[in-house]
DNA sequence: CTTGCTATTCACCGGCTGGTGACAGGTAGG
DNA sequence: CCTACCTGTCACCAGCCGGTGAATAGCAAG
């Protein structure tokens, strides 16, 4: 199908093809601010981050941002706030059927299954690359609300299962999770790291066996 | 000591104290533009890291940047240059009069070494950060001259050390430095890491002590 | 001194940023 | 009808950014 004369001529002159009647309604209005926040900072990162992008974004004018949401910091604390419901939404909350005799087996699944969901999830590592970036007010409130929702997650999974004796749990485990993040957040801008490749999932499955042995090694 | 009168009028109206007579060196000015740039890096980070705030930091007029590196680029290029220096001059080359029977103990020396040069280097954990944030041109050079530096020194320190068979050592070594690099980052802008707080001698020690336990748990 | 080269500075541009005050338009209540 | 409110838009500001062309200041040789 050909564009008529008028579509052609309104994409060079830059007229809105039909004004499309942005229909009244703040909450639809607050619903696509935060939608267009979360989506450029996931796919654009935090570096252009900005009430003028935002706006752009969503198609509205920016104004509406400082009105709603008190400028760009009250959005970025409403985008934390979703934060919450991420964990729940996107990692199992059960043992998936399994059943976790030992703390080495609990420590194995929580971190393959947060390997996968950061992974999958693009914003996360947005916010994850941003946190060890920058000491802004901003970001660390979204870094308490993603490290609060994901204790909250451990310590439902870890049910009454205690590390070995012995062992500095918080401190290895904060290696681990480390690694994890780490990982993941190289694999995602560069898509390898240290020297592993990290593209094709025979790839990602020598990560994860990498990751189990590690795990096993200090857990059993 | 208080300010004498003329240094606080001069403060207040931004004249420079002292025209300084900048003497006419262009590799000295050379070297302070490099300077000026690897401390802006170090201590601002990335985000504000521009030629304008260069040629601040340098005191001297942005055209020189262009005219002596041909602009950002080829300054971000020198700091890279100087990265393959940086392995050579901070972390020992040698085993520390230590004998490395195996390959554990080669990882955990290592892995020690590394975490306590990255630790020292706010640069370098800048230019880390910036890796995981980014992925222009500028940042693949630098990064591709950090990771050619670091491969070569575990290279030199390797020896004829080989890893335990049966191991993707590739794979298990990556999550290690992934590991390190994600704990010193986060400990660097927040203090902590996943919980374990990392401010203390002593904080540092556990870590340390996990690392080991984790690089021991796979290589034995 | 004059000529020429080089190091250095200055002035200016367009474009984007965050931020604000005034205004337009639709919608409800009196 | 008019009024009052709410949603959304526009125009404009100062400030910084990267980038460039032209002018200036010091040195060195002829």
Not at 22 to 46: C, H, M, P, S, Y
Not at 87 to 96: A, H, L, N, W
Not at 179 to 188: C, E, R
Request: contains cysteine; glycine residues 10%; proline residues 3%.
């Amino acid at each position: 199908m050909m564009p008529s004369a008028d579509v052609v001529l309104r994409k060079t002159i830059e007229i809105p093809a039909e004004p499309e009647k942005r229909v009244r309604n703040r909450a639809a209005t607050e619903q696509a601010i935060l939608d267009a926040a979360k989506r450029l900072l996931a796919e654009e990162g935090f570096q252009n981050f900005g009430i003028n992008a935002v706006a752009r974004g969503a198609g509205c004018d920016k104004q509406l941002i400082y009105r709603y949401y008190g400028g760009l910091d009250g959005l970025v604390e409403a985008i934390g706030a979703d934060l919450g419901s991420w964990v729940q939404d996107r990692i199992p909350d059960d043992t998936g059927g399994m059943f976790l005799l030992t703390y080495g087996d609990l420590m194995e699944r929580l971190a393959l299954l947060f390997l996968d969901a950061l992974r999958a999830d693009p914003l996360m590592r947005r916010i994850v690359a941003w946190e060890v970036s920058e000491n802004t007010e901003q970001v660390r409130r979204l870094s308490e609300a993603r490290s609060k929702a994901l204790a909250g997650w451990i310590e439902r999974m870890r049910g009454s299962l205690t590390p070995p004796k012995g062992i500095d749990a918080v401190a290895v485990n904060a290696m681990i999770f480390a690694a994890i993040q780490h990982l993941v957040l190289s694999a995602g801008v560069s898509g390898q790291c240290a020297g592993l490749a990290l593209k094709t999932a025979k790839d990602w499955e020598k990560a994860a066996t990498a990751l189990k042995r590690i795990v096993r090694g200090v857990y059993g």
